[in-house]
């Protein structure tokens, strides 16, 4: 059974950091594409961040760039999110997302199968 | 970005109703649409991709139509478990962005 289990979230304040984890289990974590997606209270979802499989390429949302930092750790079948600069706008539930998809000659198409509970996030102002 | 708009917003329904779901595209995606249900308190569960190919154990009175800008998740025959939120996410390319969401309520 695929599970995803976020870990890290908590109370910070304005301009603070903190460091998300996921923990995969269930599947072979090396051969898949991972994403940070977040829900902020009462809205809708936001993708912020995408690595491949091997850690390299990654992928991130304007309104993260330059403060967050995906990384992976295939021995550990974890994901991670360095969340730097934080502000009261990213105030939201965090989820790991497993991709699953197809490339073809000119692309990949990716889709989010799996989904973690989520960690909770709170920048305090 | 690709913008997606969702509608309704809210849909209030009945059990044993069919209901549509519609999604737009700021521009083409072709077929690279993807549907997700989510309910309170809980993570998203992928229902659609590629428009209208069913994940493996969604029920079939799921359905996903369209291609271009215009798109659907019907439901053909509602049941209790089905009332939820639902949202569409475009995976034609990255950032892949959410519509705002539909909330099916019960009547």
């Known amino acids: 059974e695929v599970q995803l289990v976020e870990s890290g979230g908590g109370l910070v304040q304005r301009g603070g950091s903190l460091r998300l984890s996921c923990v995969a289990s269930?599947?072979?974590?090396?051969?898949?594409?991972m994403n940070w997606v977040r829900q902020a209270p009462g809205k809708s979802l936001e993708w912020i961040s995408y690595?491949?499989?091997?850690?390299?390429?990654?992928y991130y949302a304007d309104s993260v760039k330059g403060r967050f930092t995906i990384s992976r750790d295939n021995v550990k079948n974890s994901l991670f999110l360095q969340m730097n600069s934080l502000t009261a706008e990213d105030t939201a539930v965090y989820y790991c997302?497993?991709?699953?998809?197809?490339?073809?000659?000119?692309?990949?198409?990716?889709?989010?199968?799996?989904w973690g509970p989520g960690t909770l996030v709170t920048v305090s102002s | 970005d690709i913008l997606m708009t969702q509608s309704p917003s809210t849909l209030s329904a009945s059990v044993g109703d069919r209901v549509t779901i519609t999604c737009r595209a700021s521009?083409?995606?072709?077929?690279?649409l993807a549907w997700y249900q989510q309910k309170p308190g809980k993570a998203p569960k992928f229902l659609i991709h590629d428009a209208s190919i069913l994940e493996s154990g969604v029920p079939s009175r799921f359905s996903g139509s369209g291609s271009g800008t215009e798109f659907t998740l019907t439901i053909s025959s509602l049941q209790p478990d089905d009332f939820a939120t639902y949202y569409c996410?475009?995976?034609?390319?990255?950032?892949?962005?959410f519509g705002q969401g539909t909330k099916l309520e019960i009547k």
């Open positions: 269930g599947f072979t974590f090396s051969s898949y594409s």
């Open positions: 996410q475009q995976h034609k390319s990255y950032p892949y962005t």
């Open positions: 690595v491949s499989h091997t850690g390299s390429p990654v």
């Open positions: 997302a497993r991709d699953s998809g197809y490339c073809t000659t000119s692309d990949c198409y990716r889709w989010h199968d799996y």
């Open positions: 521009q083409s995606i072709s077929s690279w």
